[in-house]
């Protein structure tokens, strides 16, 4: 319990043995459930999750969204709180992350990982694709938002019901954002340090990236 509110962390899992085990290991105390979301990982992913406690739920089809989708319906929190399972997002800015959410009153809370500090932690490539993706969604849907890749949020767990949500994939991330932008959802972006990913990167840089960007226009214009 985190102020008198249930906690829930949901992590999605492709074979992320490496980085599941750091995350759990920095998971703070006051967290009420963690649920792994196993994507069909063929390490020992599962048997890691559930050596720290964590309820480790499986999704047969593959899918980032998917996994989301299938954890979401397990979460019993009234805050729900996402990073994915490489440890490159800070469990440890769980705390500060719940704390200004809870002060300035958010409904979704959007944790940017820019400026990145860490050179080693995303290449060129990947910083210039996540400025065009983030700044063709802001021109799109009216808002500013500085990284609307990011895969680390804090929402009230009630938002849900009123969500569209149909990406399977990569673009479950802008939409799960362009979702809570909807009228009366109080939005929130705050910066976290992000850090290289443990074990071998999962997201395609341009099959990805094109998909995200045809993902974008085709929400606003259908
Ligand atoms: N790409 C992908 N990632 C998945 C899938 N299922 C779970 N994941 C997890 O989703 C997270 C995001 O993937 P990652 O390779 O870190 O991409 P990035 O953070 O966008 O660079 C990781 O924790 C993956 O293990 C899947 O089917 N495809
Ligand atoms: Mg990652």
């Given at each position: 319990m985190y102020r008198d509110q249930r906690i829930t962390v949901i992590s999605p899992c492709l074979n992320e043995e490496q980085g599941i085990e750091q995350v759990l290991r920095r998971m703070p105390g006051f967290v009420d459930q963690v649920i792994v979301v196993d994507?069909?990982?063929?390490?020992?992913?599962?048997?890691v999750a559930e050596s720290f406690g964590a309820e480790v739920i499986r999704e047969d089809v593959r899918g980032y969204g998917r996994a989301y989708?299938?954890?979401?319906?397990?979460?019993t929190g009234d805050i729900i709180i996402t990073l994915d399972g490489d440890h490159s997002y800070p469990p440890d800015a769980i705390s500060y992350l719940l704390e200004a959410f809870q002060h300035l009153e958010a409904d979704f809370l959007n944790a940017s990982r820019f400026p990145v500090l860490d050179r080693r932690a995303?290449?060129?490539?990947?910083?210039?694709?996540?400025l065009v993706l983030s700044i063709c969604m802001s021109v799109l849907f009216f808002r500013w938002v500085r990284d609307s890749q990011s895969g680390m949020w804090v929402f009230r767990r009630s938002i849900l019901a009123d969500m569209k949500?149909?990406?399977d994939g990569m673009a479950f991330s802008e939409e799960i954002k362009i979702e809570a932008?909807?009228?009366?959802?109080?939005?929130i972006e705050i910066p976290i340090t992000y850090s290289s990913r443990l074990g071998e990167i999962k997201l395609n840089p341009w099959r990805d990236g094109i998909h995200n960007l045809l993902f974008l226009l085709r929400k606003r214009f259908d």
């Open positions: 994507n069909g990982s063929t390490d020992r992913t599962r048997e989708k299938r954890g979401f319906r397990h979460a995303m290449s060129f490539k990947h910083k210039f694709g996540n949500l149909v990406s932008l909807k009228n009366g959802v109080r939005f």
